[in-house]
């Protein structure tokens, strides 16, 4: 079975700080894998995916096969970018799985 | 936003009660699901469906109950309510046919069992 891992329940960082939320993912084939963002009193919505290779507000996240991480990162953390993030995971044609969540707060 | 509507929003009920809450979506997406959000446990999957009448378990589907008579509305039913299931539960879709893999959240249905 599939499973995501968020070490961190909470991340807080200073505004124009480096951030890394780290997620790391267990499935013996080859997942597809995401980022979702639920910002305060919005709906969860998709960030990026990896197949993609995109940046979207300045976030990034490779895919490391070896580590088997997906971690997300931004070189300069903005006050905006407080929310909830979770990391997914999805084996292809199935369902998604979530990790717990990590809240990042940025202060200004 | 995709066009999902969750209703109740807020719903108090008592212990032993059945509660249904309603997702309706207009966006013709074949996939829907139900997943319950708690603290410390993130987004669990409850059930889905991958079409009319077509139904699977998710992770936590003990004391759940679908059901999907339209393409539109995925109901999700608490039989008996139990204070294990004070939650915020979301329904979501997907379009299996765009290969993005995306799920278009609700805003979600506050659940509270006393």
């Known amino acids: 079975a599939q499973r995501v891992t968020q070490p961190e329940k909470l991340l807080s960082v200073f505004k124009g700080a480096p951030v890394e939320l780290k997620c790391n993912y267990s499935?013996?084939?080859?997942?597809?894998l995401f980022w979702y963002v639920q910002y305060s009193r919005q709906r969860l919505q998709l960030l990026l995916r990896?197949?993609s290779r995109e940046s979207i507000k300045g976030f990034t996240a490779d895919l490391n096969k070896g580590e088997t991480s997906f971690h997300l990162k931004k070189p300069f953390a903005q006050e905006e970018d407080s929310a909830m993030y979770y990391c997914a995971l999805s084996p292809r044609y199935s369902t998604l799985t979530f990790g717990k969540g990590t809240m990042l707060l940025v202060s200004p | 936003d995709a066009g999902i509507t969750q209703s109740p929003r807020h719903k108090v009920t008592e212990t032993g009660t059945p509660v249904t809450l309603r997702c309706h979506q207009t966006e013709n997406h074949r996939y829907m699901y139900w997943y319950r959000q708690d603290p410390g446990h993130g987004l669990r999957l409850i059930h889905y469906?991958?079409?009319?009448?077509?139904?699977d378990k998710g992770e936590v589907s003990d004391g759940y109950s679908v059901s999907r008579s339209k393409t539109e509305d995925f109901l999700l039913t608490l039989e008996s309510a139990t204070s294990s299931q004070t939650s915020v539960y979301f329904c979501?879709?997907?379009?299996?046919?765009?290969?993005?893999?995306?799920?278009?959240f609700g805003e979600g249905s506050r659940l509270t069992v006393l």
């Open positions: 499935y013996s084939g080859s997942p597809e």
């Open positions: 979501a879709i997907s379009d299996p046919d765009s290969n993005t893999g995306e799920l278009f």
């Open positions: 990896h197949i």
């Open positions: 469906s991958y079409g009319v009448k077509d139904t």
